[in-house]
């Protein structure tokens, strides 16, 4: 066991020298929640891939790039993903994958930290911030954490569906992603 | 016709206005499941689910309302057989006028589209999300209705054979205004 903690301060020794680790894909999650006319309506992305350090000892040091296939959208019905994907949603044909790439993470304190950085959707690129928690799990650090963002700033639901008052503007992204230890 | 052979107020009133809702919310809902998504479609559904729950709820007040005050009786002409399809026609009535909504309810709930009363409150989920059940749910939720739409319309002729053929007063028991002095 205390040769098993050492390695993460091992880690952080030569983490410049590393190459970041790829996520485990398979225990990570990316959802939405977005509500139409107060009606809390989830789905997820079931494919996206990238690579994220995040050493729990010095977070800041963390760096994050995450992209996400847009086509892999997953929502309650059938007909509502192939909506999801047509040009006034994600435009799919044309934009196959949205991208979060971290400028700076900062510790808050008490076990909150906060990721800032850019999110493209959809071609669109805004400055996003999220807080976020992690925790050790085994070989993973998990990271868990809730991004707020406005589905007209990327104009995702464009045309009539732009209307607020039927899906609201303010969509709910919770990320769950689980970073393996680096070799 | 005495007043006293006619349903309660509250019990006529409860008639005709869940009668009124349950001819719009099937309309409703007829037109709207041919609808292709649109930010109308996701309004017509949320009133068509807002117009169920609210029949449901009336439903069971005008439930509450004729097990605390017992229904007039049938009139003395019609006999045991008469006697057994009305009885089996009001049972059956009721039985949809509850059975209609929750199946709604609950198709909401397993396609995962919960109903927010109103925009306001949320009602829980009856059952975990899950595609195919919903497929199943709305299946019987439109089949459930065709059969109250059938028991609805036998009642209408009931109620016509009444007044046209029998010529009983029996419409009375139920006008919301008492035949003419």
Request: proline fraction near 5%; charged fraction near 20%; charge should be positive.
């Amino acid at each position: 066991m205390k040769q098993l903690r050492l390695i993460p301060a091992a880690l952080l020794l030569v983490a410049p020298l590393l190459q970041a680790a790829p996520l485990d894909t398979g225990k990570s999650q990316i959802n939405f929640t977005m509500k139409q006319l107060n009606v809390p309506v989830t789905g997820n992305f079931k494919k996206f891939s990238g690579t994220v350090v995040l050493d729990l000892k010095k977070p800041e040091a963390g760096k994050a790039d995450i992209s996400i296939d847009t086509a892999s959208i997953s929502l309650p019905t059938a007909e509502a993903v192939g909506e999801a994907k047509k040009a006034d949603w994600f435009n799919v044909a044309k934009f196959p994958s949205a991208r979060f790439v971290s400028s700076s993470i900062k510790n808050l304190g008490g076990g909150k930290l906060q990721v800032a950085g850019k999110l493209t959707i959809k071609g669109n690129t805004r400055d996003v911030t999220a807080p976020f928690t992690a925790r050790q799990e085994g070989a993973l650090t998990v990271v868990e954490g809730v991004l707020p963002v406005s589905r007209l700033a990327y104009k995702i639901g464009e045309g009539d569906w732009a209307d607020t008052g039927t899906v609201a503007d303010e969509v709910q992204i919770k990320f769950k992603v689980a970073i393996p230890a680096g070799k | 016709m005495k007043s006293s052979e006619r349903y309660s107020s509250p019990a006529i009133a409860l008639h005709w206005l869940i009668a009124g809702l349950i001819i719009a919310t099937f309309i409703a809902g007829l037109l709207v499941s041919g609808l292709p998504l649109s930010p109308a479609k996701f309004k017509y559904i949320a009133w068509h689910k807002w117009a169920g729950i609210t029949i449901l709820a009336l439903v069971a007040v005008r439930l509450l309302v004729r097990l605390l005050k017992r229904p007039p009786a049938l009139p003395a002409h019609m006999n045991g057989l008469e006697r057994l399809l009305a009885h089996g026609g009001h049972l059956a009535l009721y039985l949809l006028m509850f059975a209609v909504p929750l199946t709604g309810w609950l198709m909401s709930s397993a396609y995962g589209f919960p109903v927010v009363l109103f925009k306001l409150v949320q009602l829980p989920d009856l059952v975990a999300q899950n595609e195919q059940l919903a497929a199943t749910l709305k299946t019987v939720h439109e089949t459930l209705n065709w059969i109250m739409a059938a028991c609805v319309a036998g009642h209408v002729l009931a109620a016509i054979k009444h007044h046209v053929i029998d010529k009983d007063g029996m419409l009375y028991r139920m006008s919301l205004r008492g035949p003419r002095e």
